[in-house]
């Protein structure tokens, strides 16, 4: 029997819509359908096939029929969930079968999502980022243990705190401000603030809720420690500023014989600028590699790790000076590769 396709459509998206968010994931999963394929048929992008039909409307526990005279009765207007005449007229045995599976569905189903549930709250609960929930009033709801071992403070002791005085006073009405911009619309926003005793600096993302959404809760924030970060960024710093402060005349090259970094004390022996050495090459300076050159020379460093030998430069002026190279390779995880070149200046008789 061939059944009226915009009927079929009129009560698929019925089902959906009492399924609720989630529920084209549960058809699919249910049923092999591709998600994909699924979404197309939603927004009649395309029809579903016989075979789709039947499966889909077996999912819902309906024979193709009557899922589709759901939609036909939808259409003209009436209520679905009141036409208690579809099963009218099967036999004993069949509503009884049909009842089984339908209690079979919503048991796998139910046993699925605890388990989602329950693993969700394992991932939470064990994070190595904070996470903290907060209520409409501001105050602290939930945390998880990675808030408790930072504030070295048990769980009954943070519930119900105001959410801000885990960070200290001073960054306090700027985080409440902008929390209460995005009050009822929702939103997110992000900031670096140290925690209540200066200790650690976190990397906050605040999200807040809209209204009606977050089962009684405003808002939520997830903390990533900074510290080790900051600490790198510090040492990072201190070397950096050794080295540009350093008077060894000191050079990044790079595989193409690109000058890629140079410190002052190169500027002060060369005479250029540190710009027109940066937008240069190792032959616009060495008269002794020629371009034709450097890709032998750049394997040689490679073989070798650290060499030393003898050469010249060129100045700004022209003029050739005697100078020692130590090289060195400076190799990076993902397989970059920079010449490291010390660089020292030879008495002309040398």
């Given at each position: 029997?061939?059944?009226?396709?915009?009927?079929?459509?009129?009560?698929?998206?019925?089902?959906?819509?009492?399924?609720?968010?989630?529920?084209q994931a549960l058809v699919c999963r249910h049923?092999?359908?591709?998600?994909?394929?699924?979404?197309?048929?939603?927004?009649?992008?395309?029809?579903?096939?016989?075979?789709?039909?039947?499966?889909?409307?077996?999912?819902?526990?309906?024979?193709?029929?009557?899922?589709?005279?759901?939609?036909?009765?939808?259409?003209?207007?009436?209520?679905?969930?009141?036409?208690?005449?579809?099963?009218?007229?099967?036999?004993?045995?069949?509503?009884?079968?049909?009842?089984?599976?339908?209690?079979?569905?919503?048991?796998?189903?139910?046993?699925?999502?605890?388990?989602?549930?329950?693993?969700?709250?394992?991932?939470?609960?064990?994070?190595?980022?904070?996470?903290?929930?907060?209520?409409?009033?501001?105050?602290?709801?939930?945390?998880?243990?990675?808030?408790?071992?930072?504030?070295?403070?048990?769980?009954?002791?943070?519930?119900?705190?105001?959410?801000?005085?885990?960070?200290?006073?001073?960054?306090?009405?700027?985080?409440?401000?902008?929390?209460?911009?995005?009050?009822?619309?929702?939103?997110?926003?992000?900031?670096?603030?140290?925690?209540?005793?200066?200790?650690?600096?976190?990397?906050?993302?605040?999200?807040?809720?809209?209204?009606?959404?977050?089962?009684?809760?405003?808002?939520?924030?997830?903390?990533?420690?900074?510290?080790?970060?900051?600490?790198?960024?510090?040492?990072?710093?201190?070397?950096?500023?050794?080295?540009?402060?350093?008077?060894?005349?000191?050079?990044?090259?790079?595989?193409?014989?690109?000058?890629?970094?140079?410190?002052?004390?190169?500027?002060?022996?060369?005479?250029?600028?540190?710009?027109?050495?940066?937008?240069?090459?190792?032959?616009?300076?060495?008269?002794?590699?020629?371009?034709?050159?450097?890709?032998?020379?750049?394997?040689?460093?490679?073989?070798?790790?650290?060499?030393?030998?003898?050469?010249?430069?060129?100045?700004k002026a022209g003029e050739i000076i005697p100078?020692?190279?130590?090289?060195?390779?400076?190799?990076?995880?993902?397989?970059?590769?920079?010449?490291?070149?010390?660089?020292?200046?030879?008495?002309?008789?040398?």
């Amino acid at each position: 029997m061939a059944i009226d396709y915009e009927s079929f459509h009129e009560a698929l998206m019925h089902h959906l819509q009492k399924r609720g968010h989630g529920g084209q994931a549960l058809v699919c999963r249910h049923t092999g359908i591709p998600r994909s394929y699924l979404s197309r048929i939603t927004k009649q992008e395309r029809r579903a096939g016989p075979k789709t039909q039947r499966k889909i409307a077996k999912f819902f526990g309906l024979g193709l029929e009557e899922f589709a005279e759901i939609g036909r009765r939808i259409s003209m207007g009436e209520n679905p969930d009141a036409a208690v005449d579809l099963l009218g007229g099967m036999p004993e045995e069949q509503l009884l079968q049909r009842l089984t599976m339908a209690v079979r569905k919503e048991i796998a189903t139910s046993r699925q999502l605890s388990r989602a549930q329950l693993l969700y709250e394992d991932i939470v609960e064990n994070s190595r980022q904070l996470i903290v929930r907060f209520d409409q009033e501001l105050k602290v709801s939930f945390v998880n243990r990675a808030v408790e071992r930072l504030t070295g403070q048990g769980r009954s002791a943070l519930l119900g705190l105001p959410w801000q005085e885990l960070v200290p006073e001073e960054y306090r009405e700027e985080l409440t401000g902008k929390a209460a911009e995005l009050q009822g619309s929702g939103g997110s926003f992000s900031l670096e603030v140290p925690e209540k005793f200066k200790r650690t600096w976190l990397y906050l993302n605040v999200t807040i809720f809209p209204a009606g959404v977050g089962d009684g809760d405003q808002g939520q924030l997830v903390g990533f420690d900074l510290t080790e970060r900051n600490q790198l960024l510090d040492r990072l710093r201190f070397i950096q500023h050794g080295v540009e402060m350093s008077n060894v005349p000191t050079l990044w090259i790079g595989d193409q014989a690109e000058i890629v970094y140079v410190n002052r004390a190169v500027c002060s022996l060369l005479g250029y600028s540190r710009e027109e050495l940066e937008s240069m090459h190792v032959w616009d300076i060495n008269p002794l590699i020629p371009e034709k050159s450097w890709p032998e020379r750049w394997a040689w460093f490679e073989r070798e790790e650290n060499v030393v030998f003898g050469g010249q430069y060129r100045t700004k002026a022209g003029e050739i000076i005697p100078v020692e190279f130590r090289v060195s390779n400076l190799k990076y995880p993902d397989g970059r590769r920079y010449n490291v070149v010390f660089v020292r200046p030879l008495p002309e008789n040398g």
